[in-house]
């Protein structure tokens, strides 16, 4: 069975020190340590430690073997998005993830997939990185769950989404700087609590701004499950049903009606939960997805979901005919 593992992030191993080299700001560079790890650090400050599983593509595949799983879609750590710096330094630091994750793809076009970033900060540049990562073989985008705490219902980001769907394009929406992380540090709470909040402000955001109403062949992918958005389903709809003049004031249609029209991965550590989505979203808009290689992600690859009672063409769809869909790409290209 053809496992494709749809959201997982990758980093250059060697990139320039961006701070350094624009002169501002809070920039990602790494800072490798004789043991093959590397520190990740932003504007000169620690952030994170990383394993060398991050960048190097061979050890990536032998790493997933161990799971019978083929194929990766990779895309860049969000913390690399930068919509805060300026456009045109934005725009170099995404067309520099964005060509490492190509050549990596042409490098291995059986074993990865490539999402590109873009600079969502100024909507001219955005589109045409995007059409530029179009022509050299990404098959979508990953963005952030707001830009720069703006939401992705705001107008001026319609006309990216727009050429996404005239492109093309896939969608993939992952949270990122958390709502309430300056006053909820402790216990490890962004992560916990923040991103699926996070993901859930992205779904009504572009629900209740009509996006996925004007765009309906758009195809988008909201991270971690949907976060919160599908287990607070009901109490979404009843607020959108006892108070419209707050809730229904761009799009009067209920947002229950959006179930199975988005895709979502399948990070719920939980089968259970992962029942309940599946109940709601059908089989064929979960994709598997690991956000590999970091441990708050499934690092087994689909375990639990082979280790359940679901049936074979339930776990077929989500190990592999989802994201294919999701992408548009065909079986035949990994096989």
């Known amino acids: 069975m053809l496992k494709i593992d749809m959201h997982t992030h990758i980093i250059p191993k060697i990139m320039p020190n961006w701070t350094e080299k624009f002169g501002y700001g809070k920039f990602i560079n790494l800072v490798h340590n004789e043991d093959r790890s590397a520190d990740m650090m932003q504007g000169g400050q620690f952030f994170r430690r990383i394993q060398e599983n991050c960048w190097?593509?061979?050890?990536?595949i032998g790493e997933y073997e161990q799971f019978n799983t083929q194929v990766q879609v990779v895309c860049t750590i969000p913390v690399m998005f930068s919509y805060w710096a300026k456009t045109e330094d934005c725009v170099e630091l995404s067309q520099f993830l964005n060509d490492h994750i190509a050549d990596l793809v042409a490098k291995h076009p059986k074993n990865y997939i490539g999402l590109a970033t873009i600079p969502m900060q100024d909507t001219e540049a955005a589109i045409k990185e995007l059409e530029r990562a179009k022509t050299t073989g990404h098959v979508g985008i990953q963005i952030g769950s707001n830009i720069n705490d703006e939401n992705l219902s705001e107008e001026r980001f319609f006309p990216i989404f727009e050429a996404c769907e005239r492109l093309g394009m896939a969608l993939m929406v992952h949270p990122w700087q958390m709502m309430g992380f300056d006053s909820m540090k402790k216990y490890w709470l962004p992560w916990l609590v923040g991103m699926p909040a996070e993901t859930s402000r992205a779904a009504c955001s572009m629900i209740f701004g009509g996006v996925?109403?004007?765009?309906?062949?758009?195809?988008v992918c909201f991270s971690h499950a949907g976060g919160s958005f599908l287990p607070t389903l009901g109490r979404i709809e009843h607020g959108f049903n006892c108070r419209p003049d707050l809730v229904a004031v761009d799009n009067s249609i209920n947002p229950r009606e959006y179930v199975g029209k988005f895709w979502v991965d399948c990070i719920t550590h939980d089968i259970d939960a992962l029942k309940y989505i599946l109940k709601l979203q059908g089989s064929k808009r979960i994709c598997l997805g690991s956000d590999y290689p970091f441990p708050l992600g499934d690092l087994e690859i689909g375990k639990f979901i082979e280790e359940s009672d679901l049936s074979k063409e339930t776990i077929e769809d989500i190990f592999s005919h989802s994201t294919l869909e999701w992408l548009d790409l065909k079986k035949e290209k990994f096989i």
């Open 56 to 60: 190097n593509d061979e050890l990536r």
């Open 212 to 219: 996925l109403e004007r765009l309906p062949n758009l195809r």
